[in-house]
């Protein structure tokens, strides 16, 4: 599997903001996964090959995915960070050009790359 480059954790208050990069080249759809210990790993944004985003509903308006190609890479800007935030990121793609539905969040297998991880831990 190959690994792709990311960064930005760290530790917030709650209502601070943080933005996770990923490098990724030659990919055509993206997403952001995370894991909080004792739990399964749970979608949190994608970013289709035709531009369509999809947010899991517990970061919606709070967190949007976005992505440079002239840098090849992408990012999860997260704002309004809470406690229950806290958990390991993890960034993901796919060359496989796809629309996603909803279904994405739950169906990691689809992203044949993946981040090592990157720890966000928020305090109240």
């Known amino acids: 599997q190959v690994k792709l480059l990311e960064s930005g954790g760290g530790s917030v208050q709650a209502g601070g903001s943080l933005r996770l990069s990923c490098s990724a080249s030659g990919y055509q759809s993206y997403g952001w996964f995370r894991q909080a210990p004792g739990k399964q790993r749970e979608g949190v944004a994608t970013?289709?090959?035709?531009?369509?985003?999809i947010y899991a509903d517990f970061v919606q308006g709070r967190f949007f995915i976005s992505r440079d190609n002239t840098e090849n890479t992408f990012y999860l800007q997260m704002n309004s960070l809470k406690p229950d935030d806290t958990a390991m990121y993890y960034c993901a793609a796919t060359a496989v050009p796809m629309r996603f539905g909803r279904t994405i969040l739950t169906s990691p297998t689809y992203f044949q790359s993946w981040g090592q991880g990157t720890q966000v831990t928020v305090s109240s």
């Open positions: 970013l289709d090959s035709v531009q369509h985003t």
